[in-house]
Nanobody, 123 residues
Framework: QVQLVESGGGLVQAGGSLRLSCAAS????????IGWFRQAPGKEREFAAG????????YYADSVKGRFTISRDNAKNTVLLQMNSLKPEDTAVYYC????????????????WGQGTQVTVSS
């Protein structure tokens, strides 16, 4: 089992940048695919970015492609989400998620979740 803790959220002006961090417990972190999801007020949670357990594969939602970059350091049990050129519509609670098992699409199938970190982008 893995436990996930997000950090790095905050308030930023449109066009600015933030870097979110997901710290994971457990010695088998490298066995988990990691995804970042977000949920805006009044909306369903949506996939933003994912990275495979070895880091070779990444996948992004069209809404963040070219602006967000996901990366991981398995030695430090950490996944980062670098968010650039932020827009007011990026405002949401951002969640880190993990899954193991057979390799599959990075946008679904997660069964471990963090508590989330708030990102607010002002116009």
């Amino acid at each position: 089992q893995v436990q996930l803790v997000e950090s790095g959220g905050g308030l930023v002006q449109a066009g600015g940048s933030l870097r979110l961090s997901c710290a994971a417990s457990g010695r088998t972190f490298r066995d988990y695919d990691i995804g970042w999801f977000r949920q805006a007020p009044g909306k369903e949670r949506e996939f933003a970015a994912g990275i495979s357990r070895g880091g070779a594969r990444t996948y992004y939602a069209d809404s963040v492609k070219g602006r967000f970059t996901i990366s991981r350091d398995n030695a430090k049990n950490t996944v980062l989400l670098q968010m650039n050129s932020l827009k007011p519509e990026d405002t949401a609670v951002y969640y880190c998620a993990a899954k193991t098992g057979r390799p599959s699409g990075l946008e679904t199938g997660y069964n471990y979740w963090g508590q989330g970190t708030q990102v607010t982008v002002s116009s």
